[in-house]
C-alpha cells in the first residue's frame, strides 16, 4: 500500500511533566525547529494546566496542541476530569485515547474508549487511539488478537468520516519508557494489522488514508528505520519528546526518504 500519501505524524505525549512556564518553552523551541515545513506534522500533548500556555505559544502555527485524555461526558459530576469539548475550546486539535499507562493505572477499559472515541469526535477533536500488547501478551503469541479486539472495539460504532479523521498508535507495552524499541520487523506487522483491520472494518479508502503511528522508545536515532516500513507513519513520542533537540531530532531523522 503506498505510504507516501500519508503526511508523517510527530506526537510528543509529555505525560506528567512540564509545568506552563516549561510547557510554553518546549513548544516554542519545537516550533522554531520545525518552521513552516509543511511535509510532516508535529502534535504536542502537555498535561491539562499546560494547555491553555501552549496554544498561546503555538496559535497560528502549524503545530497542533492535543489532550492526553477526555471524558466520554460533556458536563456532569465527574471530579478531576476533562471533556472533550473543554479541550477543544481550550485550543486542542486531538486527544490521545486508551495509552496504557490509562489501562493499566487508572483502570480504562475498551469499553470506555470507545465511548471517550464517541466524545472526541463530537468535540470535533481527532482521537490518538492506542493500542498495544503487553509482554506477557506477546510472549503467548497474543499480539494480533489484543490489538484487533482494541482497534476494533474503540471504532465499534465509529462512521467512515470519524474513522477518517482517527490516529492510531500501535505502542507495545513492554516498549514504553523502557529503552526496548520494537524491531522494525515487529513494528510493521503489527501495522501491516491494523491497516487490514481498516480495511475490513471500513474500505481500502480508508485504510489507505489513516495514519498509523508506533509508539515506544523512539529515539532520534531508531527512527529512520522504522519510518522505512511502509505502514510506520510517524510515532507517538515520550521521554525522547520531552526537550526539544530529541524531538526535533525524530522529525529531521524520520522524514520519508
Ligand atoms: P516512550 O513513551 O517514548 O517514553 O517510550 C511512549 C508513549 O507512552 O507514548
Given at each position: 500500500?503506498?505510504?507516501?500519501?500519508?503526511?508523517?505524524?510527530?506526537?510528543?505525549?509529555?505525560?506528567?511533566?512540564?509545568?506552563?512556564?516549561?510547557?510554553?518553552?518546549?513548544?516554542?523551541?519545537?516550533?522554531?525547529?520545525?518552521?513552516?515545513?509543511?511535509?510532516?506534522?508535529?502534535?504536542?500533548?502537555?498535561?491539562?494546566?499546560?494547555?491553555?500556555?501552549?496554544?498561546?505559544?503555538?496559535?497560528?502555527?502549524?503545530?497542533?496542541?492535543?489532550?492526553?485524555?477526555?471524558?466520554?461526558?460533556?458536563?456532569?459530576?465527574?471530579?478531576?476530569?476533562?471533556?472533550?469539548?473543554?479541550?477543544?475550546?481550550?485550543?486542542?486539535?486531538?486527544?490521545?485515547?486508551?495509552h496504557s499507562e490509562r489501562r493499566q493505572?487508572?483502570?480504562?477499559?475498551?469499553?470506555?474508549?470507545?465511548?471517550?472515541?464517541?466524545?472526541?469526535?463530537?468535540?470535533?477533536?481527532?482521537p490518538i487511539v492506542c493500542v498495544g500488547?503487553?509482554?506477557?501478551?506477546?510472549?503467548?503469541?497474543?499480539?494480533?488478537?489484543?490489538?484487533?479486539?482494541?482497534?476494533?472495539?474503540?471504532?465499534?460504532?465509529?462512521?467512515?468520516?470519524?474513522?477518517?479523521?482517527?490516529?492510531?498508535?500501535?505502542?507495545?507495552?513492554?516498549?514504553?519508557?523502557?529503552?526496548?524499541?520494537?524491531?522494525?520487523?515487529?513494528a510493521q506487522e503489527a501495522h501491516a494489522?491494523?491497516?487490514?483491520?481498516?480495511?475490513?472494518?471500513?474500505?481500502?479508502?480508508?485504510?489507505?488514508?489513516?495514519?498509523?503511528?508506533?509508539?515506544?522508545?523512539?529515539?532520534?536515532?531508531?527512527?529512520?528505520?522504522?519510518?522505512?516500513?511502509?505502514?510506520?507513519?510517524?510515532?507517538?513520542?515520550?521521554?525522547?519528546?520531552?526537550?526539544?533537540?530529541?524531538?526535533?531530532?525524530?522529525?529531521?531523522?524520520?522524514?520519508?526518504?
Amino acid at each position: 500500500m503506498a505510504s507516501n500519501k500519508r503526511k508523517p505524524l510527530f506526537a510528543g505525549n509529555w505525560k506528567m511533566n512540564h509545568v506552563p512556564r516549561e510547557a510554553a518553552a518546549v513548544a516554542g523551541a519545537v516550533l522554531a525547529g520545525i518552521g513552516d515545513r509543511d511535509d510532516v506534522q508535529a502534535v504536542l500533548a502537555p498535561t491539562f494546566v499546560s494547555i491553555p500556555a501552549v496554544v498561546e505559544v503555538l496559535r497560528g502555527s502549524p503545530v497542533s496542541v492535543a489532550g492526553q485524555n477526555c471524558h466520554w461526558e460533556s458536563s456532569g459530576a465527574f471530579t478531576g476530569e476533562v471533556t472533550a469539548e473543554m479541550l477543544k475550546a481550550a485550543g486542542c486539535s486531538h486527544v490521545i485515547l486508551g495509552h496504557s499507562e490509562r489501562r493499566q493505572f487508572f483502570g480504562e477499559t475498551d469499553e470506555t474508549v470507545k465511548w471517550r472515541f464517541a466524545a472526541a469526535h463530537r468535540a470535533g477533536l481527532s482521537p490518538i487511539v492506542c493500542v498495544g500488547e503487553t509482554l506477557a501478551e506477546r510472549e503467548a503469541r497474543r499480539t494480533l488478537d489484543v490489538i484487533e479486539r482494541q482497534l476494533l472495539f474503540a471504532l465499534s460504532a465509529a462512521n467512515r468520516e470519524q474513522a477518517l479523521r482517527t490516529v492510531i498508535a500501535y505502542e507495545p507495552v513492554w516498549a514504553i519508557g523502557t529503552g526496548k524499541v520494537a524491531t522494525p520487523g515487529q513494528a510493521q506487522e503489527a501495522h501491516a494489522f491494523l491497516r487490514k483491520l481498516l480495511a475490513n472494518r471500513f474500505d481500502e479508502a480508508v485504510a489507505a488514508q489513516v495514519r498509523i503511528l508506533y509508539g515506544g522508545s523512539v529515539k532520534p536515532d531508531n527512527i529512520a528505520e522504522l519510518m522505512a516500513q511502509p505502514d510506520i507513519d510517524g510515532a507517538l513520542i515520550g521521554g525522547a519528546s520531552l526537550k526539544p533537540e530529541s524531538f526535533l531530532g525524530i522529525v529531521q531523522n524520520g522524514r520519508r526518504a
